[in-house]
């Protein structure tokens, strides 16, 4: 089992450092740049606080840090609404897996939202095993990072394909509507 987390760790770090190298498109806005930065910072705290050998990163702090930023960035206009609701979700997922919750006193009130998150993010259930272990045996304490490594990945990749498309959607969207009109046949 406890070599089951290690793969986990091993693995959320990968995909982390993968989704750090990915850099913004040219030509961005102001509102794009701000939304990069949010998920660079997460990037890196997430590669800083599971990397072995690091100097310790408080992770619940640097989390609520974040969402701080994001809301006063949302205040100026420098990311929209949708983004902010997504990041806040996956900021929310992050500090939910790294608090200490030694007498799983949390853990009812939000393991299906957890179970959800993941499940939406990659498409398949985590196993009950992995979870009772983290939970019984942890307590939480960080080690839920790495059960929720692909789903966090999966969100941050989203949203940065939402910020580079943001500009096409209008574009985007009167295409497919042009198609639907299309197909139902003229004069309807």
Do not use: C
């Not at 949390?106 to 993941?118: A, E, K, L, N, S």
């Amino acid at each position: 089992m406890r070599k089951n987390v290690r793969i986990m760790v091993v693995s959320f770090i990968g995909l982390m450092a993968a989704a750090a190298l990915a850099a913004p498109a040219p030509g961005q806005t102001k509102s794009d740049r701000a939304g990069f930065q949010f998920l660079d910072r997460l990037v890196v705290l997430m590669v800083r606080s599971v990397a072995p050998g690091g100097a310790p990163v408080d992770t619940g702090q640097e989390t609520v840090l974040l969402a701080k930023d994001l809301k006063a960035a949302q205040a100026a206009q420098l990311v929209d609404d949708l983004f902010t609701v997504r990041y806040s979700r996956l900021l929310s997922a992050v500090r939910q897996a790294v608090i200490m919750d030694p007498e799983v006193l949390f853990w009812p009130m939000y393991r299906f939202t957890m179970m959800d998150f993941v499940e939406e993010r990659t498409g398949r259930l985590p196993e009950w095993k992995d979870i009772l272990f983290i939970v019984n045996d942890h307590g939480g304490a960080g080690v839920g990072l790495g059960l929720i490594a692909d789903a966090i990945m999966s969100e941050v990749v989203s949203l940065h394909i939402y910020l580079e498309t943001l500009g096409k959607r209008p574009e985007i969207l009167k295409s497919y509507l042009d198609k639907g009109l299309k197909a139902a046949g003229p004069g309807k």
